[in-house]
């Protein structure tokens, strides 16, 4: 792992372009351009927002600001996976023809994709302002911990599904499924404590669970996350990425004989 460390900082150029290059063609030829990456998730806040306070009535006070300091992370996290599906396949004529660390593709994905969450988060961040809502600046030096702790969790399964779908490409279909499934199974719309106790152990395997909860804890609640709950999240965090580092390496061998 720490030679594969090594190469990617030497290619650290070429991460970098390919990244500006995925950021300036993302919506290149479209009228808005850049502003679809604040466009989309405030529509679809919108859309959460009347379902679930006004039709399915969640009675939760600012329903709009609770959903909107999880449903940035969710859809950076959600980009991430689904855009790492064709991150090999997709670029086959640079696979077979040129060398490179291979893991630059799926990493320069997810970078774009947290970059752009980043960006998103200057409202999400004014947003809370605006409202006063249980500000906690103290809490607020927590968020580059949770930050990172979902990129490692994100770029581990970026590796593992880029990789796999070289093999089996079906997976592109199956992960779609598997995403759109995750969410309603994360508390992105909906407060934790709404979970049945029977479905409590589920809900401990899913690591994308104690992320969102301290996204939430700190910008909606205004406190300190669990660091209890964090701790157990980072371990897990990096058991996968370590795993996804692992299943690239070993499956990139036979990469230019597939594709």
């Known amino acids: 792992m720490i030679d594969t460390i090594k190469e990617l900082y030497q290619y650290r150029e070429m991460i970098s372009s ?3 290059r995925d950021l300036r063609g993302r919506y290149k030829g479209s009228m808005l351009g850049f502003l679809w990456t604040f466009i989309n998730p405030l529509l679809q806040l919108l859309i959460y927002t009347v379902v679930f306070s006004s039709i399915m009535r969640m009675g939760i006070e600012h329903y709009e600001v609770f959903l909107f300091v ?6 950076f996290f959600a980009n991430s996976l689904l855009g790492a599906i064709g991150s090999i396949v997709y670029n086959q004529n640079l696979v077979t023809k040129i060398y490179f660390p291979r893991e630059v593709l799926p990493l320069s994905v997810v970078t774009s994709h947290f970059i752009n969450m980043l960006y998103c988060f200057v409202i999400v961040l004014a947003v809370v302002v605006f409202y006063n809502y249980n500000l906690n600046l103290i809490a607020w030096l927590t968020l580059p911990v949770v930050a990172i702790m979902e990129y490692i969790l ?7 599904i880029s990789a796999v779908t070289v093999y089996i490409r ?7 499924i598997i995403v759109f499934g995750w969410q309603f199974l ?13 479905y409590s152990f589920l809900f ?14 700190i910008l909606y609640y205004g406190r300190l996350p669990d660091m209890m709950l964090l701790a157990h999240s980072l371990v897990f965090c990096i058991i996968i990425f370590c795993i996804g580092v692992y299943t690239f390496t070993k499956l990139k061998r036979n990469f230019a004989e597939e594709l």
């Not at 999880?70 to 859809?75: F, S, V």
């Not at 994360?186 to 029977?198: G, N």
Request: hydrophobic share 50%; proline share 12%; net charge negative.
């Open 204 to 217: 401990s395997l899913n690591p994308m669970a104690p992320i969102i909860i301290s996204y939430r804890d």
């Open 18 to 20: 390919m990244v500006k």
């Open 154 to 160: 994100a770029l581990g399964f970026a590796f593992i």
């Open 186 to 198: 994360t508390p992105v719309m909906y407060p934790e404590s709404l979970i049945p106790e029977k």
């Open 70 to 75: 999880t449903l940035i992370p969710w859809i």
């Open 170 to 176: 079906d997976m592109e279909h199956i992960l779609s």
